[in-house]
């Protein structure tokens, strides 16, 4: 059997855990880039699926060991998306413990979760709008 990591840094780890580490950083990645890029406007319109993420991440983790913030009702569209963030960070921080540790643990429910919301952010024309941007930007950097 063939390491796809063979021959990177990523080579002597499990592969499983590689895929789940590399995939939520993926999300952080563009999480940011729609908090920095896209404006108040795009971000409210997009309330109802930023909500049904939190809830969602809330869910998946809910068994876990890790206790997770929720986000304030009052603080808008913006705040709701920067708890996202640190949600999934935190998420990151958990796979990545468990990366180097070689131990699955509660990776299998944090990886669904990571790719719930990567198809919600992939589902938003809003936000695919904005994610465009990004990968343009990223292009001019090859």
């Known amino acids: ?9 990523y080579a002597h780890m499990d ?4 895929d789940r580490m590399l995939a939520a950083d993926a999300l952080i990645e563009r999480l940011e880039y729609l908090h920095d890029n896209a404006d108040g406007s795009i971000i409210a319109s997009a309330l109802k699926s930023l909500n049904d993420i939190e809830s969602e991440i809330l ?51 944090y990886e669904e979760c990571v790719n719930y919301m990567t198809k919600r952010i992939n589902e938003e024309d809003a936000f695919r709008n904005v994610l465009n941007g990004m990968r343009v930007k990223n292009r001019g950097h090859l």
């Open 59 to 109: 869910d998946s983790c809910s068994e876990s060991q890790i206790t997770l913030p929720q986000a304030q009702n009052d603080g808008g569209a913006k705040c709701l998306l920067k708890t996202i963030i640190y949600q999934t960070k935190t998420i990151f921080h958990e796979i990545y413990v468990s990366w180097i540790s070689g131990n699955q643990g509660y990776t299998p429910c």
């Open 1 to 9: 059997m063939n390491n796809k990591y063979q021959g990177t840094m």
């Open 15 to 18: 592969s499983v855990l590689t």
